[in-house]
Every structure is written in structure tokens, then in C-alpha cells.
């Protein structure tokens, strides 16, 4: 082949490349883009508007508005086939109102069972839009509790059907709520607060076996207790305390995810309202002795010996507390006041006034302290600047008796009569039930007549 016509080799390939569309095609490439990009742009737009409804009703509900609420929640339901949230807002809102006559007669709705089939269908399209929804599963624990209570309510009770003892088994509805929660459990396994929504259900049934195994997994997945509603602070009954503490000790090793020094100080706390001092202490101790910063735990178990009147060890511990200088102010706050009182116990003024001032510095606007220092000063016969503690005490927490109680004490020390009648009146028109502050203000106006100082 010769150099001419290898040159004129033509390839169609590069050509077809380089040609450019129709304009009719090109047209109709802008308008699809056009179109789709408006599209976009619509739903967009149309999500952000159902976003905002969603959101105005689950705030106005919260905030005690559910009146208000309840367009909102409508529309953001009605606006959109692909979410969950709203229809489960609803559904809330449904379950909250099936007690709220007000609500129902606000909106003409003539009984709560329309509320229970709103609540029903809310939950279900739910479940329909996501299938795994723990919230879903959970409410519908809690309509079908509500449903139960509307059943009885409008039914007719036998007394002598009840009977004394929890019931011998599950009945229809029982096994509606169990399942629903365990639903949900099985969704959010390390949720605790199904668990013991579960055990709330099975203690309000007489299930008392059943309800202790749930509250005691909540705990075991969150073993902070100061998250379970249902552990009372004072009197905690024998059975949960002892599944809790169980629970507590089973977490030390299923749930490595939350430090183990918290756990034992929550065993500490357990043992404290179980009132245990003695076990409260060696779990705080145990707490101290794992801890990276173990000045916070030494702060407790310092407050726990002073609590026991243990001043010595209480002193030692809370010396040991502060030296690191990384406790938090409120729990400083604290130490110091704690070891002002010991102090203030051993008659060493001049180290409680000091403590009390690093105290005071601290928390300017702590009542308790300018109480305690009031209660120096007076020890002292410093009883000017008792005085003006005692009013900082006053100012600063008005309802405080035992600050009238001490200052009323005072004026009566120091023959200043009349400012203790004031005092001795305003608190019986505080607490005008309490007869200890009547009979005071009786005897302070014999006092004073008398011929008591004014």
C-alpha cells in the first residue's frame, strides 16, 4: 500500500465522536433534565413542609399542647408514604388522649375508642413503612394497656370475682402487651427502657416474678440507677433489692461497655438505700481502687462516713478527694463544707471557718453554707456576723426553716425579742399546720410580755 492512500484511510469511529446531536435532541435532553431537576427540587421542598409539620406537632405536644398538636401531626401522617416517625407521633398522641376528655370534646370525638382505632392505625401504617420499628412495637404496648383499662371501665365488676392472689396465667390481652414489648425488646435488645416498661406491665398485673426478670435486665444493660424510675431512693422493697444487686454484679461482666468503677459505685448506691452502710463503703472503695480519677468515689464515701458519724475516716477521705484538684465545684463544694462540719464537731473553729470559706468562694449562692458558717460564728459568740449568715441563709433559700428556726434561736440568745416574733410569725403563716411553730410564736409573745427586750 503507498504513503498516499495509507494517509487517506478514513475512521469513522473518531468522526461520529466528534459530530454533534441534532438540535431536536438536544432540546429534548434540557427539558427532560429541566424536568427532572424540578422535580427534585418539589420533593424537596414538599419533604422539607411535611418535616416542619412533623415537628411543630411533636413540639406543641410536649409542651402540653396536644390540642394543637394534633393538625400537625395529621398533615405530616397525610403528606408523605414513606416515613414512619409521624404515624408514630400520631399514634402517641392517639394513646396519651384516650384519657383526656377535654381533648376528645375539643375535637368532637365521640368516645376514646375512636382514639384507640386512630392509635391502632397510626402504629400499624408504622410497622407497614418500617417493619423493625421498636417505637411502633412499644406503643402498641401501650394502647393495648389503655384498651384493657377502657374494657373495664365500661364493663360491670364483679367483687366477688377478684380474688386476692395474682392471676394464674396470661389472658388474651396479657399476651398482646407481652408480645408487643418483647417486639420491640427484640428490635432495640439494648434498650432498657422496654424492659422496664415490660416489668411496669407485669407488676401492674401481679406478675411480681416476671416483673422483677425485666426490671433487673434494664438494669443489667444500663446499670446506672439513676435512671430507673421504678428503684425508690428510700424503703426499696427486699425482692428488687435483690435483683437489682444481682443485676448490678451480672453487668460487671455482660456488659463491658459502661466502666466497672461506675458499676460499683451504683452498688454502693443500691447498698446505701438498702441501708447498708457497711457494703455501701467497700463498694466505694472498690470503685476508688479501679478508677483512673478516683476523687469523686473517695467524695462519696467521704460523705457516707460523715453521714455514719464516722468524722475521722470522713475527714481522712475527703483530704484524699480534694488533692488531686479535679472533683467538679458542686462536689468540692461539698468536701469542704463536710469538712468544715467535722472540724466545727472537734471544736476547731478557726479550720471549719476556713473550709467554709473555701466553700463559700465556690458556691456564693449556697445556702447550706452560709447557714454553716452562721452556725460557726455563733459558736464563737461572733453573734453580729451570725446574724448576717443567717439572713444570706434566708435570702438565699427563703423556705428554709431551719434557718428562721436558728436565727429565731439566736434573737431570743441575745434578748432582740420583737425581730424574733417577726421571724416566728412568718414561718407559722409558711407551715400553719405545724403546732411546734404555733406554740413558739405563743411563748415568744409571752416573752415579750414580760418585759422582754424588743
Same mark, same amino acid.
Given at each position: 500500500?503507498s504513503?498516499?492512500?495509507?494517509?487517506?484511510?478514513e475512521?469513522?469511529?473518531?468522526?461520529?465522536v466528534?459530530s454533534?446531536?441534532?438540535?431536536?435532541?438536544? #432540546?429534548?435532553?434540557t427539558?427532560?433534565?429541566?424536568?427532572?431537576? =424540578?422535580?427534585?427540587?418539589?420533593?424537596?421542598?414538599?419533604?422539607s413542609? /411535611?418535616? %416542619?409539620?412533623?415537628?411543630?406537632?411533636?413540639?406543641?405536644?410536649?409542651?402540653?399542647e396536644?390540642? =394543637?398538636?394534633?393538625?400537625?401531626?395529621?398533615?405530616?401522617?397525610?403528606?408523605?408514604?414513606?416515613?414512619?416517625?409521624?404515624?408514630?407521633?400520631?399514634?402517641?398522641m392517639a %394513646?396519651?388522649? /384516650?384519657?383526656?376528655?377535654?381533648?376528645?370534646?375539643?375535637?368532637g370525638?365521640?368516645?376514646? #375508642?375512636?382514639?384507640?382505632?386512630?392509635?391502632?392505625?397510626?402504629?400499624?401504617?408504622?410497622?407497614?413503612?418500617?417493619?423493625g420499628s421498636a417505637?411502633? #412495637?412499644?406503643?402498641?404496648?401501650? +394502647?393495648?394497656k $389503655?384498651?384493657?383499662?377502657l374494657?373495664?371501665?365500661?364493663?360491670?365488676?364483679?367483687?366477688?370475682?377478684?380474688?386476692?392472689?395474682?392471676?394464674?396465667?396470661?389472658?388474651?390481652?396479657?399476651?398482646?402487651?407481652i408480645?408487643?414489648?418483647?417486639?420491640?425488646?427484640?428490635?432495640?435488645?439494648?434498650?432498657?427502657?422496654?424492659h422496664a416498661?415490660?416489668?411496669?406491665?407485669?407488676?401492674?398485673?401481679?406478675?411480681?416474678?416476671?416483673?422483677?426478670?425485666?426490671?433487673?435486665?434494664?438494669?443489667?444493660?444500663?446499670?446506672?440507677?439513676? #435512671?430507673?424510675?421504678?428503684?425508690?431512693?428510700v424503703? %426499696?422493697?427486699?425482692?428488687?433489692?435483690?435483683a437489682?444487686?444481682? *443485676?448490678?454484679?451480672?453487668a460487671l461482666?455482660?456488659?463491658?461497655?459502661?466502666?466497672?468503677?461506675?458499676?460499683?459505685?451504683?452498688?454502693?448506691?443500691?447498698?446505701?438505700?438498702?441501708?447498708n452502710?457497711?457494703a455501701?463503703?467497700?463498694?466505694?472503695?472498690? *470503685?476508688?481502687?479501679?478508677a483512673?480519677?478516683? !476523687?469523686?468515689?473517695?467524695?462519696?464515701l467521704?460523705?457516707?462516713?460523715?453521714?455514719?458519724k464516722?468524722?475521722?475516716?470522713?475527714? $481522712?477521705?475527703?483530704?484524699?478527694?480534694?488533692?488531686?484538684?479535679?472533683?467538679q465545684?458542686?462536689?468540692?463544694?461539698?468536701?469542704?463544707?463536710?469538712?468544715?462540719?467535722?472540724?466545727?464537731?472537734?471544736?476547731?473553729?478557726?479550720?471549719?471557718?476556713?473550709?467554709?470559706?473555701?466553700?463559700?468562694?465556690?458556691n456564693?449562692?449556697?445556702?447550706?453554707?452560709?447557714?454553716?458558717?452562721?452556725?460557726?460564728?455563733? *459558736?464563737?459568740?461572733?453573734?453580729?456576723?451570725?446574724? /448576717?449568715?443567717?439572713?444570706?441563709a434566708?435570702?438565699l433559700?427563703?423556705?428554709? *426553716?431551719?434557718?428562721?428556726?436558728?436565727? /429565731?434561736? +439566736?434573737?431570743?440568745?441575745?434578748?432582740?425579742?420583737?425581730?424574733?416574733? !417577726?421571724?416566728?410569725?412568718?414561718? %407559722?403563716?409558711m407551715?400553719?399546720?405545724?403546732?411546734?411553730?404555733?406554740?413558739?410564736?405563743?411563748?415568744?409573745?409571752?416573752?415579750?410580755?414580760?418585759g422582754?427586750?424588743?
Amino acid at each position: 500500500m503507498s504513503e498516499g492512500k495509507v494517509g487517506r484511510l478514513e475512521f469513522p469511529g473518531v468522526g461520529a465522536v466528534a459530530s454533534r446531536p441534532a438540535p431536536a435532541v438536544r #432540546w429534548t435532553v434540557t427539558v427532560l433534565v429541566l424536568i427532572v431537576a =424540578l422535580s427534585a427540587g418539589a420533593a424537596l421542598v414538599h419533604r422539607s413542609a /411535611i418535616f %416542619v409539620e412533623g415537628t411543630t406537632g411533636v413540639s406543641l405536644y410536649n409542651s402540653g399542647e396536644p390540642g =394543637l398538636a394534633y393538625p400537625h401531626l395529621q398533615a405530616a401522617v397525610r403528606g408523605t408514604l414513606l416515613y414512619a416517625r409521624p404515624c408514630i407521633d400520631l399514634g402517641d398522641m392517639a %394513646v396519651w388522649a /384516650i384519657d383526656d376528655g377535654v381533648f376528645q370534646r375539643y375535637y368532637g370525638i365521640d368516645d376514646a #375508642w375512636s382514639l384507640a382505632k386512630l392509635a391502632f392505625l397510626s402504629y400499624a401504617e408504622a410497622l407497614r413503612r418500617q417493619p423493625g420499628s421498636a417505637k411502633a #412495637w412499644a406503643g402498641m404496648g401501650e +394502647l393495648f394497656k $389503655k384498651v384493657r383499662t377502657l374494657r373495664i371501665k365500661e364493663g360491670v365488676l364483679e367483687l366477688d370475682a377478684i380474688g386476692e392472689g395474682a392471676p394464674p396465667a396470661y389472658d388474651e390481652e396479657d399476651r398482646l402487651v407481652i408480645e408487643a414489648y418483647r417486639r420491640a425488646v427484640r428490635s432495640e435488645p439494648n434498650n432498657y427502657f422496654y424492659h422496664a416498661y415490660l416489668g411496669d406491665f407485669f407488676d401492674e398485673r401481679g406478675f411480681r416474678t416476671e416483673a422483677l426478670h425485666s426490671y433487673a435486665r434494664a438494669v443489667e444493660i444500663m446499670p446506672d440507677l439513676s #435512671w430507673h424510675y421504678y428503684l425508690p431512693r428510700v424503703n %426499696v422493697p427486699e425482692d428488687l433489692y435483690a435483683a437489682t444487686s444481682e *443485676a448490678l454484679q451480672r453487668a460487671l461482666e455482660s456488659n463491658p461497655g459502661f466502666p466497672k468503677d461506675r458499676i460499683w459505685q451504683n452498688m454502693g448506691d443500691l447498698a446505701e438505700r438498702g441501708r447498708n452502710p457497711d457494703a455501701a463503703a467497700e463498694y466505694y472503695q472498690r *470503685a476508688a481502687a479501679i478508677a483512673a480519677d478516683p !476523687s469523686p468515689y473517695l467524695q462519696i464515701l467521704g460523705a457516707l462516713y460523715f453521714t455514719e458519724k464516722r468524722y475521722d475516716e470522713a475527714e $481522712k477521705v475527703l483530704q484524699q478527694a480534694l488533692e488531686r484538684g479535679t472533683l467538679q465545684p458542686r462536689m468540692k463544694t461539698l468536701a469542704h463544707t463536710l469538712l468544715g462540719r467535722a472540724a466545727m464537731i472537734r471544736g476547731d473553729y478557726a479550720a471549719a471557718l476556713e473550709q467554709l470559706q473555701r466553700a463559700r468562694w465556690l458556691n456564693p449562692s449556697s445556702a447550706y453554707v452560709a447557714l454553716d458558717l452562721a452556725r460557726v460564728y455563733e *459558736a464563737q459568740k461572733m453573734y453580729e456576723k451570725a446574724e /448576717i449568715e443567717y439572713q444570706a441563709a434566708l435570702r438565699l433559700d427563703p423556705t428554709r *426553716a431551719s434557718a428562721y428556726s436558728e436565727l /429565731i434561736n +439566736l434573737y431570743r440568745k441575745t434578748r432582740q425579742i420583737t425581730k424574733a416574733i !417577726s421571724l416566728a410569725q412568718r414561718l %407559722v403563716e409558711m407551715f400553719p399546720e405545724n403546732q411546734i411553730f404555733k406554740d413558739q410564736l405563743t411563748a415568744l409573745r409571752r416573752e415579750l410580755g414580760r418585759g422582754g427586750t424588743g
